[in-house]
T-cell receptor, first 109, second 116 residues
């Protein structure tokens, strides 16, 4: 059974739109939640992390966490073609990391 | 420059021939980890290390070994590689978390391994 679930996509949005990426996880004891971006053939790079319920904003990115529903999301406002990548959700519990299989985002000019 | 390095970046080998993939970080991180990435399966943790001489199994440890003799290095050893270990491998490191939360991981560039 997968620990972290993501819709594989591709999710296509026009340039300037809001992209919404979702992730659910199964371990209620999970403490830390991360969103990574991965371009094809490259290593993952951190976009945001969130530890507490609610929203966390950083520039065009907003992470939302709902521990009761075991749900974490990432909103990308004013999407740009350079945002086209695969977005990985990661969930940790006491130093063991679990990644989703990623959602591929295409931002069309 | 703060970084995680891996060598080799690409490797083609044959079944049963022992190999080692090296990983080194210059950020003085205590936590290091190895992942494999396969299409449709995402990143899966193989082994991790909380500190020197402290290692533990991740989700998919079978067929792999690790050692942590120095803080900066965390090699991944495949004693008898098999074709199902063909994958993209990433090493990562991070500062230790506190209060039950973990810090972000910094990833190396990846090693693409093919076992024939």
């Amino acid at each position: 059974q997968k620990e972290v679930e993501q819709n594989s996509g591709p999710l296509s949005v026009p340039e300037g739109a809001i992209a919404s990426l979702n992730c659910t996880y199964s371990d209620r004891g999970s403490q830390s939640f991360f969103w990574y971006r991965q371009y094809s053939g490259k290593s993952p790079e951190l976009i945001m992390f969130i530890y507490s319920n609610g929203d966390k904003e950083d520039g065009r990115f907003t992470a939302q966490l709902n521990k009761a529903s075991q749900y974490v999301s990432l909103l990308i406002r004013d999407s740009q073609p350079s945002d086209s990548a695969t977005y990985l959700c990661a969930v940790t519990g006491f130093s063991k990391f679990y990644f989703g299989s990623g959602t591929k985002l295409n931002v069309k000019p | 420059e703060a970084q995680v390095t891996q060598n080799p970046r690409y490797l083609i080998t044959v079944t049963g021939k022992k190999l080692t993939v090296t990983c080194s970080q210059n950020m003085n991180h205590e936590y290091m980890s190895w992942y494999r990435q396969d299409p449709g399966l995402g990143l899966r943790q193989i082994y991790y290390s909380m500190n020197v001489e402290v290692t533990d199994k991740g989700d998919v440890p079978e067929g792999y070994k690790v050692s942590r003799k120095e803080k900066r290095n965390f090699p991944l050893i495949l004693e008898s590689p098999s074709p199902n270990q063909t994958s993209l491998y990433f090493c990562a490191s991070s500062a230790p978390g506190t209060g039950g939360v973990d810090n972000e991981q910094f990833f190396g560039p990846g090693t693409r391994l093919t076992v024939l």
